[in-house]
């Protein structure tokens, strides 16, 4: 991946389904979240007379800082198999979870791409 999110079963999202609320978790809870924040940053930038960020890819890895490091964790779900977290860069969590604060400094001060 090349952003990660809060998604697991001990600290479910909160959500209204039919007049109750349930805890939701995995890849489909942590995808809309982080979309969430991608949009809150384009809504700044374009508040600010700039432009829509775009393909996010080049702007993720330039700004490893703007990110929360997940050192630990591990995705197997039977045996040894799979990813762990590290320091830095991992396959498991890439660089971590957005950091809305650093990533909105980092979202307005790159350059526009007209």
Known sequence: PDVAALGGDKNPYCIALQGAFSGVSGTSAACPVVAGVFAKLNGLRL???????????????????????????????????????????????SFGTPDYEGLAKASMSMFDIE
């Open 47 to 93: 508040k600010a007379g700039k432009s829509s960020m775009g393909f996010l890819n080049p702007f993720i890895y330039q700004n490893p800082a703007a990110f929360q490091d997940v050192t630990s964790g591990k995705n197997s779900w039977i045996g040894d198999s799979g990813f762990t977290a590290v320091s830095g860069w991992d396959p498991l969590t």
